[in-house]
């Protein structure tokens, strides 16, 4: 498919490993990834860069990775929330949002999560009203943005040991 | 799904499968003279492109109807053909072998269209100079009443007559996930399997049957993890049934996910009504009488199931709400206009008509000189009027109105809003406050719809089963889009059992075990527990037989909790539920005479009665008058949903309800111009709440427990879009109140804002 259409090969980092993939040049870095890399974890909500559901960290900075073409990737190291949990356990803010009640469909988690691990690896000690700024371009259309705060200022998330691991 | 491994509708991966992209009308109503698919069937990577004319012999179309006289049902096509109706309306169809290619090749397709005279308005579909669709005369689908109690004594002795005409505007539900949904057709075996983001798979199973003449054993319907539906996906979608019959025909898996635009354009539109509401009210505040007229801006089709009687007509079954009304007299009319159906949304008919009549309460009070609440207490039924019937014939049995009352006085302490209120106007800040009492006619099944005129039967059953080593596996139809419900369900059978919740285990999201309506209304809790408390009953008898048998005592002398079935009292006399469960399997010896060792059953649900829950929301609002923008600054809400199986579920519903009642009231509003174009087809310009306009909110919860629903529930889930748009309108009408104007045209945008201050500012300036 799309074979009349310029291809690129995109060499990046993807949760710690060195990945590469090819695609046409006009693909998103979401379509890329979920399609391409198999990382469906990255959802999208408007495909616009409205909505923050496909927001995934590059190079430390939340991005929106449906405005970003594959190729602008190239280079990059990229975190998903795949790369979070692991060995069976939830990332200790993935276990807040769980206590929290902070997901009730889940479609926009993957997207918050990200958003408030770029927050917290920069600000350890939020206050509710950083956290509420910091997701402020995330839409949620279930919690109503309350208990994702409150996973998101829980102390217990910095002071759990695997916070860095993540 | 935390860990991103929840698979949503567009995460599943499919061997062969083909993309699809729909071609949507651009034209509000128009004839299509021509339409030329030669250069799209030919590009490279494209199987097939269908028009209306290829669907026409497979499928005539949804045809959604209501058995009411006079109701006019109509058909909507899979694709159109000759007419098109709405812009966004569904013109042909490309399947491809991959999504680029498909919407690539969209653009090669030529149709012309000759337009035809639009109706985008409730005015003009009441001119009926132009049909908005010719199977409906006078764009009239239904017209009809509740009440015709004479009231025009009251409204001729009343002290004070609040009235306005009040235009709520049309939103979207907009769940963060669009639609989708994908076929396949195994041609061996003659299956059909269908992926669907539904909240109503059996329902759409069914549906897919009648529609396609499609044998229904033969269909499975596949609820994956749902990214929210909030009612835009408890309907049969025309897509649905177009991406079946694509996967029949080319035997491959076809699917169809679709985008923001399309699902702002051709996903059910919601809450399009106009209400002329008046209540007529006597020198001390008590309400005499009510008057209402509702229309609804219903579309151009009737939704499947629900049709345009969601809106208005559904909404005037509670308009009196939990307050003495004597006399109520109302009329509601459904219209057809040339844009997307209307369909159900959070609140469906009621959020409208509640705003009408708490803003009209407020002026009463300002009117009178008594508090919000006050006004609200010297109506309310309360303990003593029990059992309550209202004009409508809803018959209140329970329901804690005034405490709910009293309890939001309390949480806004009222006296001192006041106080704060006076000095910030001093400021030039203009604070308000409202307040909505509601009860909600919840867990909605036969009893429910018939008594909201709906002419319809519903049940759904549950199939529990205790394994030989005393684990329980539960079947249910009911989705979860995001409610919680697995967990709410798995509490309840472990409850049952008195087992661990670890012990449980819920199976879901397919038709193939169990039956169900759907997880719509308010009724995943109730039918939930309903149907899994009876089925448990069912194996509990044998349970209890069997353990009795082994104890030699009577069965009424045997329960279940700590893992264990024992004797009454005695935890020690008796057996774990494991030991006991593996008796029933394996040692024939231990049965007692014509035992029936089937440690499973299945049951169904459907109450006996309306099952209504109650609450009350309140608001304070600021106004800017610089920028005319509205900040929800606070918000309340008491919640009685009975026994609350798990409160932070329910709290969980409570914020995001009120969330989306933030949206409706302030920010989302689908524009359409005056020829029926949909002006806002991005989420830039359709506004959803961000954590920047949703305040943290303050709730407090009553427990009344339902006699109707096993374990005491009742339904919640549309509760805060029902009162709470009301009690947020309020607050803005209150605010506005301080220089004398008001609002009754929604959303209340900084516009909207700005025209009512301008409107008091030139009112004020007139000399007397
Ligand atoms: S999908 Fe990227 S921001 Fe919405
Ligand atoms: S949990 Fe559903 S959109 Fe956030």
Redesign the interface.
Known sequence: ????IGQSVVQLTINGESAAFTV?I?TSLSDAL?DKV???????????G??G?CTILVDDKPVRSCLMLAVQASGCRIE???G??GNGK?HPL?AS??RH?G????????GM?LTALALLRETPEPT?EQA??A???????????????DAIVDPDVMSDPEFANG | MLSGRAAYIADLPFQDVLYVAILRSPYAHAKITGIDVTAAAGHAGVVKVWTGADVLPKCAGLMARMDLPGFVPTIQPILAHDIVRFVGEAVAVVVANSQAVAEDALELIDVDYDELPVVASIESAMAAEALANEAVPANLVYQGHRCQDDVDGDFASAAYVASGRFINNRVSASPLEPRGCVARYEWTNGQLTVWSATQMPSFLKTMLAIHLAFPEQRIEVITPQVGGGFGQKAHVHPEEALVCLLAIELGRPVRWIEDRRENLLSATHAKHQINDMAIAVDGNGRFLAMRNRSSTDGGAYNCLPWTHLVESHVGASTLTGPYRIAHFNDESLSLVTNKCPIGAYRGVGWSAGHIAREILIDRAARRLGLSPFEIRRRNLVDQNDYPFTTPTGLVIREGTFVQTLDRLEQMVSYPSFRERQASALASGKLLGLGLCIFNEVSGVGTRALSFLHIPVTTHDTATVRVEPTGKITVTTPLVAAGQGHLTTFAQVAADAFGVPLDDVTILAGTTRNTHGFGTVASRGAVFGAGTIGRAAEAVKVKIRRLAAHLLQTGVDQVTLSEGRVHLIGHPDKGMPLADLAGAAYFADATHPPDFDPALEATAAFDPADVVLANGGHAAIVEIDIETCMVRVEEMFAVEDCGRMINPMIVEGQIRGGVAQAIGMTLLEELVHDGEGQLVTTTLMDYLLPTSIDVPDIKIAHLETPSDLVPGGVKGMGESAMISAPAAILGAVNDALALVDASLEDFPASPQRIFDALERAAAKNAIPV
Do not use: W
Not at chain 1, 1 to 4: L, S
Not at chain 1, 38 to 48: A, D, H, R
Not at chain 1, 103 to 110: E, K
């Open positions: 498919m799309d074979e009349d046409p006009r979920r198999g990382l469906t974890g990255l959802k999208q909500g408007c495909e616009i409205v909505c559901s998903t929330i795949e979070l949990a939830l993935q949002f769980q009640h997901l009730q469909c889940g479609f926009c988690t993957s999560v509710r509420r700024e997701i402020s371009g995330n839409l949620c259309r279930c919690t109503g943005y309350e208990t994702i705060i």
